[in-house]
């Protein structure tokens, strides 16, 4: 049984709701990823900042990444999977709620991500190729 952990990119790190957007982007670039799992002040997850949300929703708003907080930036209801879970539960969290990344939660700590990347890496064919139609499909109007 291949589980989250097997498959997760370890060594994924927080950004804490408190700091601000530059301050994001700086570790993005030090870690080379494109998004950051933010915490609460007891390290609990609260939301996922992308490089997409600090370009869209902060600088091509007129706001200064200097002044906004990860924390301003979360929204929603952040998915995260156990580091146990099987590969079919990853995926399919990954599905219904139509997301690219998934933090890799353990003993209530952040132990990892799972990206396209990593899926990609693991995963058969017939698995990416059945996940990426249901993630990146849209609905048409009707």
Do not use: F
Request: glycine share 8%; proline share 4%; aromatic share 2%.
């Amino acid at each position: 049984m291949t589980t989250a952990g097997d498959i997760m990119h370890r060594g994924a790190q927080w950004i804490p709701a408190h700091e601000t957007l530059d301050r994001a982007a700086q570790l993005m670039r030090e870690l080379n990823v494109g998004a950051l799992p933010i915490s609460d002040e007891n390290e609990r997850l609260c939301g996922i900042l992308t490089d997409r949300d600090i370009v869209v929703g902060c600088v091509a708003m007129g706001h200064d990444p200097a002044r906004v907080t990860a924390g301003e930036m979360a929204k929603g209801t952040p998915r995260w999977i156990d580091a146990n879970a099987e590969v079919g539960e990853v995926l399919r969290e990954m599905r219904e709620h139509q997301i690219r990344r998934l933090p890799v939660i353990q003993d209530k700590r952040l132990v990892g991500m799972i990206s396209e990347a990593d899926l990609a890496r693991h995963l058969a064919d017939d698995q990416i190729a059945s996940w990426a139609g249901s993630v990146y499909a849209r609905t048409v109007p009707g």
